[in-house]
């Protein structure tokens, strides 16, 4: 098959794993998670290993796993994985001062973290852990495209693609579930508390907005159309994760400015909003793919690289 007919046949295999999937009404929502993974993978460097360029559509389709893991009817059955992977889904940046939330950003791992809130009058699962969901599976992913380079022969190396796709689609969702902004505040299902701006109480607002607002609304090429960063590895995946996640937060207002003007629904939209959250999006889409690209060249040895 030639480079071009390999393509165009991924090209139309992403196509069709954007329809193979039943839309639900968690986190991104199934449609904007799979459009952010498949816009991650899509964008990804010619340098990353073939195998997993040409696993969009997988990577697009484990985007929202980590949503299905919160299934209702599980739940009936026993709330243990509710309880227990709920909080790996946001960090509510405004639960802290910013003294101590950075003391906690730098611990050094979500058991530290959440020493560290404790201290401060804090609970690490009221606050979330995104950040260190983020970090351990782009963990796992390193140490999976280590392994892929040392495989010893053809047969093992197609079990660690399959770990490692796996591990990939699912550090996506956190990924893209940073992209946001309700999910780097305690604001997350409409304004809590002291409201000087008006901004809508409407605990529907955070489904309004990532899942039937973007379902109705938003498409593949409005989020790559909206991605204009080349792809780059992380200095410091962790600067790089707080960075992020911060500057998510940063557009809340922005959010929640435009939901007071014309509330985000599926029944209506502007070019405003439209343009916001695509670009959230696409946010989430350059992240994924620039934390997916550092993994893989940071896994080579050092002297390597």
Same mark, same amino acid.
Request: aromatic fraction near 8%; glycine fraction near 6%; proline fraction near 6%.
């Given at each position: ?101 950075k003391a ?94 008006? @901004? ?12 039937? @607002? ?30 992020y996640l ?26 405003e909003q ?32």
């Open positions: 098959m030639t480079r071009f007919s390999a393509r165009r046949l991924a090209a139309l295999l992403c196509a069709a794993a954007l329809v193979a999937v039943p839309a639900n009404l968690a986190a991104w929502g199934d449609a904007g998670h799979r459009m952010a993974g498949l816009a991650a993978a899509q964008r990804l460097p010619d340098d990353m290993p073939a195998f997993f360029r040409a696993a969009a559509p997988q990577l697009a389709y484990l985007n929202p796993e980590p949503d299905r893991w919160k299934d209702r009817a599980e739940r009936t059955l026993d709330p243990a994985l509710e309880g227990g992977t709920s909080s790996d889904h946001y960090i509510d940046m405004d639960l802290a001062t910013p003294s101590v939330l906690a950003l730098a611990a050094p791992n979500r058991f530290a973290f959440a020493d560290t809130l404790r201290a401060a009058g804090i609970a690490a699962n009221t606050m979330g852990l995104l950040p260190f969901a983020i970090l351990e599976q782009t963990q796992r992913l390193r140490g999976d495209f280590r392994l892929w380079r040392i495989a010893p022969d053809s047969t093992v190396r197609a079990w660690i693609e399959a770990r490692i796709i796996d591990d990939a689609g699912i550090l996506g969702h956190f990924v893209t579930d940073g992209s946001n902004p309700h999910h780097t505040t305690k604001h997350h299902n409409g304004w809590v508390g002291e409201n000087p701006k008006g @901004y809508t109480s409407d605990n529907r607002f955070h489904s309004r907005f990532e899942s039937a @607002y973007v379902q109705a609304h938003i498409t593949l090429p409005d989020v790559l159309g909206a991605m204009s960063h080349a792809p780059k590895v992380l200095p410091n995946v962790r600067d790089g994760v707080v960075a911060a500057t998510s937060f940063g557009q809340l207002d922005r959010l929640y400015e435009i939901d007071k003007g014309t509330p985000f629904q599926a029944e209506t939209s502007t070019a439209k343009a916001f959250a695509a670009a959230r999006l696409a946010a989430g889409a350059e992240m994924l793919r620039d934390v997916w690209y550092t993994a893989w060249i940071t896994s080579a040895p050092a002297t390597s690289r």
